[in-house]
């Protein structure tokens, strides 16, 4: 089960700042989250512009960078831009080369080839820099762990400028200059730039501020895609620049993207950054992880827009071929994590194999940490060498694991949550040791459980049309600042179907209030949670969806709960909860301590009860007697618990104030379902839940809090809370006047009718000695499943019947014994002569 983490769990509100700039309670909550609060912070995150960008020579080296390319272009020498295989590198090498273009210098530019040569700078690739007369190499996206190529370029007489973001190794390459926002003596104060971002960082440099903004609109559209597809945080100048850049996007002046965009079946619409990570950027990487890197940077750089088509459609085939190359990998992955438990028991994936293709197995290594949300290392094995992709899950910095393990691989490098690797296939089981064991020190089970990040719970009523468009004021999205997800509760679930060509995703209508049409992509699995017409839980984000003409709200699924199900029978694990509501075991204490007075009581009771059940049977449908019993029930909790009025309410926001030192007391299972919900959201630590029934069992002076979650059976129940509590610790009611029904329905399904004990004792009669399902022999005897444990617990009680039940696996093993001599009156059974003392008549 995913761990949702509810990020606010009161009502969702802005602060002084946010009400100032007029924005919409819900939407400034968003932004709080998100540690966007001061004004000056809420108004860039609104208004993006421009302005807001940071000098580029805050950067270290960047001086350097720019005088030693000032003085390249005055001396006329040879430049060349050495790039990277991915979107990141592409497009890093696409806008410098744009920008020497645009001031009439002609460079070289050089991307390795995937297959042949991997990532980064290597020796034989700068022999072919340096046989193009290169005076000048400037590397982007890469060369911030080249220690040795760069000594190589050095001693070849080429002069490196180094651009990069990855992270840094213990020492820094001896480059001319060496431009990374995460060197540990670079003062930049925001460090999530791509390999792309530097690289315009660089253009603002040489441009001077003016220039710069004037042309920025030649390399927007490019950043842009590449700080959504290298997975860097849309915040502070990102934002900036993805959220100008998708204004722009497919108007701007790349006649390449526009090619892609008419490619990818997005023209004319209004691209939004899921495009760009999703749609436009896997074509790019496609060509790279196939060996033809240049694609993307040709199509960039193109101007002629029927040559930039050609190089689109042919990008879009690679990327068919790609995806069939990838399916055939990802099942043969799967298939090799069914063969072997060690992989999936394991707290690191590690997977290798011989004719997987290095340029796609990052992307399976994706898509199994994503399923089994665990650190996923996948190897093609190619002679004595492999080759490998990683990628990781919060909580686990992959390249400080790969860098404890060094000894073992060739090269490596990367970032926190993906990476790269070469390794003698003799080193494999080695690997896989030593990095679970890193694993196994750094990640608790809890770590290995996909957390959810939820902005609220939102009401109903705020799910509309005119809050979707509200929300574009967050985009883009991407991380740090990701798509919101929001809770809501009881929801009843209207229909619920699956849908597409393998049937893999979820339909499905809830209502709250009003009908919502809800789907969930890829979540086929979900329908397993839950049924039609059983109340659930759901996490969505809220988007807008148009049929044959007409716009309305759908949300998009992220995970369900059950909240309460229709049919108990249905989800028979829950039944062993009725041992506890009920805790029958303490019949036999109490009719050992029973007094004549105990007696006498219990006949008054017994007659009063008579007369009431008269008044239901004469007009069940008439409530009145039900209201006359809770409105002396109210009254006497209300002097307890100095409400004026009777207004007995539940808890708003109950989720904000539980805490691990509380405890929820239960006494129905519509209590126990409710509660169950609650605490799932509110809190990390474990909070404790009892039934009523189970009271005594506790030392209740432990609790600061003591919660009720339903009525009391009687007075008595209530005085003894009060009696046995730290006299500092709160006692409160977590109920409302109507949730009294279940407490009636709970005394009618415990009281004594004769008609159903010889309905269950005729079925044993027949069946003698049997297994069976237990959730079956209850639908059998057509009784509520509170009914049928009463009688079992009686009729076990009284030597009638041995049972065993199985609650987990629903198993019901019984054998019927031997008929007494003596005639039984079950009326006077201690069980059922508990159960009538315990229901307080009013």
Same mark, same amino acid.
């Given at each position: 089960?995913?761990?949702?983490?509810?990020?606010?769990?009161?009502?969702?509100?802005?602060?002084?700042?946010?009400?100032q700039?007029?924005?919409?309670?819900n939407i400034a909550?968003?932004?709080?989250?998100?540690?966007?609060?001061?004004?000056?912070?809420?108004?860039?995150?609104?208004?993006?512009?421009?302005?807001?960008?940071? +000098?580029?020579?805050?950067?270290?080296d960047?001086?350097?960078?720019?005088?030693?390319?000032?003085?390249?272009?005055?001396?006329?020498?040879?430049?060349?831009?050495?790039?990277?295989?991915?979107?990141?590198?592409?497009?890093?090498t696409?806008?410098l080369?744009?920008?020497?273009?645009?001031?009439?210098?002609?460079?070289?530019?050089?991307?390795?080839?995937?297959l042949?040569?991997?990532?980064?700078?290597?020796?034989?690739?700068?022999?072919?820099?340096?046989n193009?007369?290169? =005076?000048?190499?400037?590397?982007?996206?890469?060369?911030?762990?080249?220690?040795?190529?760069?000594?190589?370029?050095?001693?070849?007489?080429?002069?490196?400028?180094?651009? +990069?973001?990855?992270?840094?190794?213990?020492?820094?390459?001896?480059?001319?200059?060496?431009?990374?926002?995460?060197?540990?003596?670079?003062e930049?104060?925001?460090?999530?730039?791509?390999?792309?971002?530097?690289?315009?960082?660089?253009?603002n440099?040489?441009?001077?501020?003016?220039?710069?903004?004037?042309?920025?609109? =030649?390399?927007?559209?490019?950043?842009?895609?590449?700080?959504?597809?290298?997975?860097?945080?849309?915040? +502070?100048?990102?934002?900036?620049?993805?959220?100008?850049?998708?204004?722009?996007?497919?108007?701007?002046?790349?006649?390449?993207?526009?090619?892609?965009?008419?490619?990818?079946?997005?023209?004319?619409?209004?691209?939004?950054?899921s495009?760009?990570?999703?749609?436009?950027?896997?074509?790019?990487?496609?060509?790279?992880?196939?060996?033809?890197?240049?694609?993307?940077?040709?199509?960039?750089?193109?101007?002629?827009?029927?040559?930039?088509?050609?190089?689109?459609?042919?990008?879009?085939?690679?990327?068919?071929?790609?995806?069939?190359?990838?399916?055939?990998?990802?099942?043969?992955?799967?298939?090799?994590?069914?063969?072997?438990?060690?992989?999936?028991?394991?707290? @690191?994936?590690?997977?290798?194999?011989?004719?997987?293709?290095h340029?796609?197995?990052? /992307?399976?290594?994706?898509?199994?940490?994503?399923?089994?949300?665990?650190?996923?290392?996948?190897?093609?094995?190619?002679?004595?060498?492999?080759?490998?992709?990683a990628?990781?899950?919060?909580?686990?910095?992959?390249?400080?694991?790969?860098?404890?393990?060094?000894?073992?691989m060739?090269?490596f490098?990367?970032?926190?949550?993906?990476?790269?690797?070469?390794?003698?296939?003799?080193?494999?089981?080695?690997?896989?040791?030593?990095?679970?064991?890193?694993?196994?020190?750094?990640?608790?089970?809890?770590?290995?459980?996909?957390?959810?990040?939820?902005?609220?719970?939102?009401?109903?009523?705020?799910?509309?049309?005119?809050?979707?468009?509200?929300?574009?004021?967050?985009?883009?999205f991407? /991380?740090?600042?990701?798509?919101?997800?929001?809770?809501?509760?009881?929801?009843?679930?209207?229909?619920?179907?699956?849908?597409?060509?393998?049937?893999?995703?979820?339909?499905?209508?809830?209502?709250?209030?009003?009908?919502?049409?809800? /789907?969930?992509?890829?979540?086929?699995?979900?329908?397993d949670?839950?049924?039609?017409?059983?109340?659930?839980?759901?996490?969505?984000?809220?988007?807008?969806?148009?049929?044959?003409?007409?716009?309305?709200?759908?949300?998009?699924?992220?995970?369900?709960?059950?909240?309460?199900?229709?049919?108990?029978? &249905?989800?028979?694990?829950?039944?062993?909860?009725?041992?506890?509501?009920?805790?029958?075991?303490?019949?036999?204490?109490?009719s050992?301590?029973?007094?004549?007075?105990?007696?006498?009581?219990?006949?008054?009771?017994?007659k009063?009860?008579?007369?009431?059940?008269?008044?239901?049977?004469?007009?069940?449908?008439?409530?009145?007697?039900?209201?006359?019993?809770?409105?002396?029930?109210?009254?006497?909790?209300?002097?307890?618990?100095?409400?004026?009025?009777?207004?007995?309410?539940?808890?708003?926001?109950?989720?904000?104030?539980?805490?691990?030192?509380?405890?929820?007391?239960?006494?129905?299972?519509?209590?126990?379902?409710?509660?169950?919900?609650?605490?799932?959201?509110?809190?990390?630590?474990k909070?404790?839940?009892?039934?009523?029934?189970?009271?005594?069992?506790?030392?209740?002076? @432990?609790?600061?809090?003591?919660?009720?979650?339903?009525?009391?059976?009687?007075?008595?129940?209530?005085?003894?809370?009060? &009696?046995?509590k730290?006299?500092?610790?709160?006692f409160?009611?977590?109920?409302?006047?109507?949730?009294?029904?279940?407490?009636?329905?709970?005394?009618?399904?415990?009281?004594?009718?004769?008609?159903?004990?010889?309905l269950?004792?005729?079925?044993?009669?027949?069946?003698?000695?049997?297994?069976?399902?237990?959730?079956?022999?209850?639908?059998?005897?057509g009784?509520?499943?509170?009914?049928?444990?009463?009688?079992?617990?009686v009729?076990?009680?009284?030597?009638?019947?041995?049972?065993?039940?199985?609650? +987990?696996?629903?198993?019901?093993?019984?054998?019927?014994?031997?008929?007494?001599?003596?005639?039984?009156?079950?009326?006077?059974?201690?069980?059922?002569?508990?159960?009538?003392?315990?229901?307080?008549?009013?």
């Open positions: 089960m995913k761990k949702w983490t509810l990020l606010k769990k009161t009502k969702a509100s802005g602060n002084k700042f946010t009400r700039l007029n924005i919409d309670d909550q968003i932004m709080l989250n998100r540690n966007i609060s001061e004004y000056e912070d809420i108004e860039m995150y609104i208004n993006p512009s421009f302005d807001f960008l940071r +000098d580029p020579f805050l950067l270290l960047m001086q350097k960078a720019v005088s030693r390319i000032k003085l390249a272009i005055e001396k006329n020498e040879k430049i060349c831009i050495y790039g990277d295989y991915d979107v990141d590198g592409v497009s890093s696409s806008i080369k744009i920008y020497f273009e645009s001031i009439g210098y002609p460079v070289d530019y050089y991307i390795p080839n995937r042949e040569e991997g990532y980064g700078l290597n020796k034989e690739a700068i022999d072919c820099v340096y193009m007369k290169t =005076d000048l190499m400037i590397t982007v996206d890469c060369g911030i762990t080249s220690v040795s190529e760069v000594d190589y370029a050095n001693k070849l007489g080429i002069d490196v400028i180094i651009t +990069d973001h990855h992270e840094c190794q213990s020492e820094i390459p001896n480059a001319y200059a060496v431009i990374d926002p995460k060197r540990k003596d670079c930049y104060p925001f460090k999530g730039l791509c390999g792309c971002g530097i690289a315009l960082k660089l253009i440099a040489l441009s001077g501020k003016e220039n710069f903004k004037e042309n920025i609109n =030649d390399y927007l559209e490019i950043v842009s895609l590449a700080t959504i597809c290298d997975i860097m945080p849309v915040l +502070d100048e990102n934002r900036i620049i993805v959220k100008n850049g998708l204004e722009i996007l497919a108007r701007g002046n790349n006649v390449g993207m526009k090619a892609l965009i008419k490619v990818c079946g997005l023209e004319g619409k209004k691209i939004k950054s495009h760009l990570g999703f749609a436009i950027g896997p074509r790019i990487n496609a060509c790279g992880r196939l060996g033809f890197s240049n694609l993307g940077v040709e199509l960039f750089t193109e101007k002629d827009p029927i040559k930039a088509e050609k190089i689109a459609e042919l990008m879009d085939l690679k990327n068919q071929e790609r995806q069939e190359i990838e399916a055939r990998i990802h099942k043969e992955a799967e298939e090799m994590i069914s063969a072997n438990p060690s992989y999936e028991e394991g707290k @690191v994936i590690v997977l290798a194999a011989e004719n997987w293709h340029g796609v197995i990052g /992307i399976v290594a994706s898509k199994l940490t994503e399923k089994y949300y665990k650190p996923c290392i996948l190897l093609c094995i190619e002679g004595k060498m492999a080759t490998g992709s990628r990781s899950i919060k909580g686990f910095d992959l390249f400080s694991a790969l860098y404890e393990c060094r000894d073992l060739e090269r490098g990367g970032h926190e949550q993906a990476a790269g690797l070469t390794i003698d296939i003799d080193n494999i089981d080695e690997l896989r040791r030593k990095i679970n064991n890193i694993a196994d020190n750094k990640l608790e089970i809890k770590d290995l459980i996909e957390e959810i990040k939820i902005e609220y719970e939102i009401e109903e009523e705020n799910i509309n049309l005119d809050f979707v468009d509200k929300l574009h004021v967050l985009e883009p991407g /991380i740090k600042n990701p798509t919101p997800y929001f809770l809501m509760r009881e929801c009843y679930v209207k229909r619920a179907y699956l849908i597409g060509k393998d049937k893999s995703h979820l339909k499905m209508t809830i209502v709250k209030d009003k009908e919502i049409e809800c /789907i969930g992509f890829s979540m086929s699995y979900l329908m949670k839950f049924d039609v017409e059983d109340m659930v839980d759901i996490v969505f984000q809220i988007d807008e969806n148009t049929y044959n003409g007409k716009t309305k709200v759908q949300l998009l699924l992220k995970d369900i709960r059950l909240n309460r199900p229709k049919n108990i029978l &249905k989800r028979p694990q829950y039944l062993k909860e009725i041992d506890k509501l009920l805790n029958l075991n303490r019949a036999y204490i109490s050992n301590r029973q007094n004549s007075s105990n007696i006498e009581e219990l006949d008054m009771a017994n009063e009860k008579e007369k009431n059940k008269k008044i239901d049977t004469h007009n069940e449908k008439n409530d009145k007697n039900n209201i006359i019993n809770t409105d002396k029930i109210n009254n006497k909790i209300s002097e307890y618990f100095d409400i004026t009025g009777n207004k007995i309410c539940k808890i708003a926001n109950i989720a904000d104030i539980l805490s691990n030192d509380d405890l929820i007391i239960i006494n129905s299972m519509r209590g126990f379902f409710r509660a169950i919900s609650d605490i799932n959201i509110a809190s990390d630590e909070i404790n839940y009892i039934f009523l029934s189970n009271i005594d069992k506790i030392d209740l002076k @432990v609790y600061n809090k003591i919660i009720m979650y339903d009525y009391f059976d009687n007075y008595q129940e209530m005085e003894y809370i009060l &009696k046995n730290n006299n500092n610790s709160e409160l009611i977590n109920f409302e006047s109507s949730d009294y029904i279940y407490i009636r329905n709970k005394f009618r399904e415990i009281d004594f009718v004769r008609d159903n004990f010889v269950a004792y005729k079925f044993f009669m027949v069946n003698k000695k049997q297994t069976m399902r237990y959730s079956e022999f209850i639908e059998i005897l009784l509520s499943p509170i009914k049928v444990y009463t009688i079992l617990k009729l076990e009680s009284e030597d009638l019947l041995n049972y065993k039940i199985d609650y +987990d696996k629903d198993l019901f093993e019984f054998e019927l014994l031997p008929k007494p001599n003596k005639k039984l009156d079950l009326e006077q059974n201690k069980i059922v002569k508990f159960l009538n003392s315990k229901i307080q008549i009013d």
